[in-house]
């Protein structure tokens, strides 16, 4: 049982380049999320899917853009990465947007922009 | 929208003791309030929750406690161990919203010396 997956695990990359983030998940979970993890911010919702090709903008989605063709991928693109965007980013599926489904997390990108 | 508040920001205990992280939140419609354990170099990880609609819930070692009056709610954890030392989140869900989005406190690093 796969679960649910992020690559790269690590990414090194340079100001103004375009960067995907994938996520993949196995259990045919209707949502999936994207956050961003920063020292003293907790996690921020910064993309979030009900299902496929539909997609929606959360709390910090500046920078950044989504798309969902297949129900089980996520990926997560900084179209022209900015030193701000140096942070680790987590997916996250759940079932379906009940009353507190769980969200199940990734393992995590940690992105580094110079 | 929902803001969530958590302390301590770090939290040092002994082998054996216990820990209490606290939580506030600011949206009376909030109705879960899952608790996150994360350990180094991975995701967050569920390991309790409590709905709008009960007080208290207990896991083995784990309680959590929620007072709707005061919107307030905290993770006790008695006879910690070092495989406790984490960083902790609370998160905040508001009711009525359609795909679960969570608001997540800025975390607690717990640690445990033998």
């Known amino acids: 049982d796969a679960g649910i997956t992020q690559s790269p695990r690590y990414k090194i990359t340079e100001t103004g380049r375009q960067v995907t983030l994938m996520c993949h998940q196995t259990?045919?979970?209707?949502?999936m999320f994207w956050y961003r993890q920063d020292l003293g911010h907790g996690l921020r919702l910064i993309y979030y899917s009900a299902a496929a090709d539909i997609t929606d903008k959360g709390e910090v989605p500046d920078g950044y853009v989504v798309s969902r063709s297949k129900t089980e991928n996520f990926p997560l693109t900084l179209e022209s990465a900015t030193r701000s965007q140096t942070s680790v980013y987590f997916c996250a599926s759940s079932r379906f947007s009940g009353r507190g489904d769980t969200q199940y997390f990734g393992p995590g990108t940690r992105l580094t922009v110079l | 929208g929902e803001n969530v508040e958590q302390h301590p920001s770090t939290l040092s205990v002994q082998e054996g003791d216990s820990a209490v992280i606290k939580c506030t939140y600011s949206?009376?419609?909030?109705?879960?309030f899952p608790w996150y354990k994360q350990e180094l170099g991975k995701g967050p990880q569920l390991i309790i929750d409590i709905r709008s609609n009960v007080g208290e819930k207990k896991d083995q070692r784990i309680a959590v406690t929620l007072n709707k009056t005061a919107k307030h709610f905290s993770l006790h954890i008695t006879e910690t161990q070092p495989e406790d030392s984490a960083v902790y989140f609370c998160a905040a869900r508001v009711g009525g919203t359609s795909y679960g989005k969570l608001t997540f406190g800025q975390g607690t690093i717990l640690t445990v010396h033998p």
């Open positions: 949206d009376s419609a909030s109705n879960y």
């Open positions: 259990w045919s979970h209707s949502y």
